[in-house]
């Protein structure tokens, strides 16, 4: 008699060999013996940089055939195992029936309108939808794209204003020279590839930073985009300036740790936390490059985070997520969580994960990769559910059959 | 009735109230803005206090962050160098002590790239032993630049020659700083010596490429102590390898010399069979001959066929005589030869070894009455029994006492003593004679060997006496042996088996 599988099956493996090749078969080998399944419908392949991408994806594709393979590139790896610096991780599921998805990718968005390529996107992962009920959209796209909320904006422009999105911007080993998407057996960047979950898929999703205000609002007075010229009429740096006593040199010497430990936040009416932005660069003219958009006049204030606050947003957005599934139990949890938490937290980085364990409990599969930027609806009925591109927050996804 | 300056004048009374209350309600207004206003400056002026507040919070977070991300990279640096030290600790191959380190251990510690060299300085020459954060061209180009500018990079050789530690920190010449820069490929650098105490010495090289690293005085002694814990390794492994060399050249020559004495042994066992093959057939060959010698000077002596004159009578008496002293040789010949061939075999039983002192003190007893020698004996009880075979025995005692009165002057001693020994029973035959010379010593045990001295030029003696005494004694498992001094006495020892 055969058993009608109720639930997703997922089987996780990691590698940590030297050799890339080594290392890819061990995930896959792992990740097949963990699945108790025969069918596999999907494959998440996420990896550090040191290995050679297109091998590993070479191998998995090979290996697996007609499976689609999607993935990218990390900083590191978040498992039930715990958190690796260094290794190859491999996620097989088997769907039950009843769960539907499709996959898509798109490549050099750089050379073409953001907008647009988020439209294509979107497109390619409507194609062959059509019936069927959508759940949910994962997106790993590069996290070095300059305008991932114009991206974001044009996927859904296709998708759904409302329609839920669950997304992370792939890392490298903080070097933010390249970052690696996968599909299929390519390998590429300036890209993205997506899932597109439909049918009767379970799902949660929980997402805080836990970084607090600090001093008097400000307003953004000139902005366009990502770049914002003037903060209450002075240079945008100019509150970085006052804050650390420190001049442009200074800043941009210590920028990577500004930019992480003190972010600004956009104050979002209704919202409980602010949206935070990650500073990218500062102009000669004192403006600021926020990995983000941040919409002139808007109130903005300096944010602050401590390793208690971030661990406590961590349980937070574990609840969050959990709550998401109405008490239907969960059959794994994907996690994309911020590199500037990893950096923050140092040496408590293990913690956020004994949070999780702690909410979903200690046998709850966890694939995760650490990320530069993650997307995800605000949860304010004013912003009727649309995606936001967020920075320094870690974004909880449980997954129910 | 009101008349029109009635009504006017109440409008204007009534305008005038109006105005009035407009100006009071507009005084009171004015004093409610002045209020607000007042309390509007006082929430901005703590906004702005709270602002400042902020700014000094941020200014202090940020210090605790960046000390905390500093103790975090000792911390982490520190455990990646006692779990390194703990790898490198238990290898004692030189090859494999580089091996050891490893990208993750040199990640904690926060670098990313590594080099180790050895400098050979009779070649003048670096020899890279690892290498870690650097592709096969890189390796390459780094190889050839040192190989080809040895001496262009001459401040790398100096400190190995300074014993002392550097950094992108501490090195002062800022045109050196950037050519190692490029060369290793990094912004930010360590070199530390590895200095064994024997053999080539060498370089620790680590660097980061990561422009916001930051070196100081912590990361240059944290890689002093990994490069001087390497520098230790270095010279245990080499010491070690000395050490097992030397062993097995030291086996190795044992075993060759045991080789030799045994191919020596084997010939001169063979050379020993020959001679003592030679001795049994020509004594063999010489008794018959002399049997028959004798027998006709017996005949001729017992005048059986006739009258001797005097003169050849005298001259029978001596080729007797001489036919038995020949006989005599012959037989001890001829006994040696049995002895070594293993063809005597003892008759081994247990002995009273006082009676066969006594035996042997009276059958000399007249020479040593004749001398005038002091005989004694001294066998206490528990060194009295032997177990040995009687006759050979007897020989022994009679040739070391026949010997001791032969050399003892009149009025001399004679003394036998005996004891337990460790091995057996040892028995001391201590004279009051000439001596024997030292270079003599071992030499008397030889076949035909006599010593040069004025009474062995007088008196008879075939040299086979104390021969055959030793081959007896050995073929006893015993041994024997002799302490001397001239003009002061000697003393025979010789060990026999107990009971």
């Known amino acids: 008699m055969q058993l009608i599988q109720m639930a997703i099956n997922i089987g996780i493996g990691i590698g940590q060999d030297k050799d890339t090749l080594q290392a890819a078969r061990e995930a896959l080998r792992l990740a097949k013996s963990n699945l108790h399944a025969e069918k596999i419908d999907l494959a998440i392949v996420f990896s550090s940089v040191e290995f050679s991408q297109q091998n590993i994806l070479k191998l998995i594709s090979d290996t697996l055939g007609e499976t689609p393979v999607a993935g990218c590139s990390s900083f590191a790896l978040i498992s039930k195992q715990g958190i690796f610096k260094y290794g190859i ?15 898509a990718f798109i490549k050099e968005i750089g050379s073409k309108s953001v907008t647009l390529a988020g439209e294509e996107l979107g497109e390619k992962l409507l194609y062959g939808f059509k019936d069927i009920r959508r759940d949910l959209s994962l997106i790993f796209s590069d996290g070095l794209m300059h305008d991932a909320a114009g991206f974001l904006w044009g996927l859904q422009e296709k998708l759904g204003k409302s329609f839920p999105l669950a997304g992370a911007s792939a890392s490298d080993n903080l070097a933010f020279k390249k970052t690696y998407q996968y599909y299929a057996n390519e390998v590429f960047s300036d890209g993205a590839c997506g899932i597109l979950w439909g049918g009767k898929l379970n799902f949660g999703l929980g997402l805080k930073h836990g970084w607090r205000p600090l001093g008097k609002p400000r307003y953004v007075t000139k902005a366009c985009g990502n770049l914002v010229n003037e903060i209450d009429g002075a240079p945008a740096a100019t509150i970085y300036e006052e804050y650390l006593a420190a001049d442009l040199v200074k800043l941009r010497r210590e920028l990577k740790h500004i930019s992480i430990f003190y972010p600004i936040g956009i104050f979002l009416p209704g919202e409980e936390e ?13 403006a600021l490059v926020f990995q983000g958009n941040v919409p002139q006049a808007s109130m903005i204030r300096l944010m602050i985070g401590t390793k208690e606050s971030c661990l406590e947003a961590t349980r937070q957005a574990a609840i969050e997520a959990k709550n998401g599934l109405l008490g239907k139990p969960s059959n794994f949890v994907l996690v994309f969580n911020s590199v500037s938490r990893y950096i923050l937290l140092g040496r408590q980085v293990n913690k956020e994960l004994e949070a999780i364990k702690e909410i979903f409990g200690k046998e709850i599969p966890i694939i995760g ?3 530069y930027g993650e997307q995800a609806p605000l949860k304010a009925i004013n912003f009727q559910g649309i995606a936001h591109l967020h920075n320094q927050s870690i974004e909880i996804l449980a997954i129910g059959g | 009735m009101l008349g029109d300056e009635g009504i006017i004048n109440l409008l204007g009374a009534a305008s005038l109230l109006v105005i009035i209350f407009l100006v009071i309600a507009l005084i009171q207004k004015m004093e409610k803005i002045k209020t607000l206003q007042d309390a509007v400056n006082k929430l901005q002026k703590f906004l702005d206090e709270m602002d400042e507040q902020a700014k000094l919070i941020v200014r202090i977070d940020m210090e605790l962050n960046k000390t905390q991300e500093e103790l975090n990279k000792k911390i982490s640096g520190l455990y990646a160098l006692q779990r390194l030290s703990r790898e490198i600790s238990t290898t004692l191959e030189e090859n494999q002590i580089f091996k050891r380190i490893d990208a993750d251990y040199l990640n904690d510690m926060g670098f990313e790239k590594s080099c180790g060299f050895l400098w050979n300085a009779g070649e003048k020459k670096f020899l890279l032993k690892v290498n870690i954060g650097y592709s096969p061209d890189e390796t390459k180009s780094i190889e050839s630049a040192l ?3 040895g001496e262009k990079y001459s401040e790398l050789i100096n400190l190995i020659r300074n014993e002392k530690t550097t950094s992108s920190i501490s090195l002062s010449d800022s045109a050196q700083k ?4 490029q060369l290793f490929g990094v912004e930010s650098f360590i070199f530390s010596p590895l200095l064994p105490k024997e053999g080539d010495k060498g370089l620790l090289f680590v660097g980061t490429k990561n422009t916001e690293t930051i070196i100081n005085e912590g990361d240059e002694e944290l ?5 001087n814990q390497l520098g230790q390794a270095l010279e245990n492994a080499r010491l070690f390898e000395k050490t097992w060399h030397a062993q097995q050249s030291l086996e190795n020559k044992v075993e060759e010399r045991t080789r030799d004495l045994t191919n020596a042994l084997k010939e001169v066992k063979i050379i020993n069979k020959r001679k003592t093959d030679f001795i049994s057939s020509v004594s063999h060959e010489l008794r018959t001959p002399l049997t028959s010698i004798k027998g006709y000077a017996s005949i001729l002596l017992s005048e059986k066929l006739g009258a001797v004159a005097p003169d050849i009578k005298e001259r029978l008496d001596k080729i007797n005589r001489h036919s038995d002293e020949l006989v005599h040789m012959v037989n001890e010949l001829l006994d040696i030869a049995r002895i070594e061939s293993g063809r005597m075999s003892m008759n081994k ?7 066969i002192v006594e035996k042997a003190s009276d059958l000399l007893s007249m020479q040593l009455k004749e001398r005038n020698i002091d005989f004694s004996l001294s066998i206490p009880n528990d060194a009295k029994a032997v177990l040995a075979d009687r006759g050979q025995i007897e020989r022994v005692f009679i040739n070391i006492i026949g010997n001791a009165i032969k050399f003892t002057p009149e009025k001399g001693k004679i003394s036998v003593n005996a004891h337990k020994a460790q091995t057996g029973i040892e028995v001391d035959i201590s004279d009051s004679g000439c001596g024997i010379p030292a270079e003599a010593q071992e030499a008397i045990f030889e076949e035909f060997y006599r010593v040069d001295n004025p009474i062995n030029q007088v008196a008879k003696g075939t040299g086979l006496g104390l021969a055959l005494v030793k081959h007896i004694i050995e073929a006893h498992g015993g041994k024997i042996w002799v302490k001397s001094k001239l003009d002061a006495g000697s003393t025979f020892s010789f060990i026999l088996p107990e009971t």
């Open chain 2, 147 to 149: 190989d080809m500018n």
């Open chain 1, 369 to 371: 990769i650490y990320t």
């Open chain 1, 274 to 286: 602010y949206l935070l932005r990650n500073i990218l660069s500062i102009e000669d003219n004192g």
């Open chain 2, 178 to 181: 950037a050519r190692l820069k």
């Open chain 2, 349 to 355: 039983q247990r002995l009273n070894l006082k009676e």
């Open chain 1, 89 to 103: 991780m491999v996620a097989l599921l088997s769907l039950p029936e009843g769960v539907y998805l499709s996959t």
């Open chain 2, 223 to 227: 890689i002093t102590i990994l490069s």
